[in-house]
């Protein structure tokens, strides 16, 4: 491969690095389904079901303060959230999905 060809292909990669998580926060929100309806809830899925499934949440098992600091990582890789979307998001997420709360299954997309 040519270093033209090489330097055209890491320039494109790295703008589609930066430019993809941007772009995925003006798609469409996931539905919620009513059943489960909670404004916080409301708000984690739309702005994380972009890039994640559920099983991040029911994997991860963190408290409020390690959830806002990986909400800041994905601020970090272009996610557009204000500071109190990521304090709504991570307060539901350690009260739902934290060290302390059952096992849930999974949620339907």
């Known amino acids: 491969m040519q270093p033209q060809s090489r330097n055209f292909l890491a320039t494109a990669l790295l703008i589609l690095a930066v430019t993809c998580p941007v772009l995925a926060q003006n798609t469409t929100p996931t539905p919620v389904p009513a ?3 909670h404004p916080a809830r409301e708000l984690t899925v739309s702005k994380c079901f972009q890039c994640h499934s559920d099983s991040i949440w029911r994997d991860q098992r963190q408290d409020t303060r390690a959830w806002e ?4 990582r994905m601020v970090a890789r272009g996610a557009v959230w204000t500071g109190e979307d990521i304090k709504t998001m991570a307060t539901f997420l350690a009260a ?3 060290p302390n709360s059952p096992k849930s299954a999974p949620v339907s997309r």
């Open 69 to 72: 600091a990986a909400l800041y």
């Open 35 to 37: 059943a489960t309806s």
């Open 96 to 98: 739902d999905y934290g």
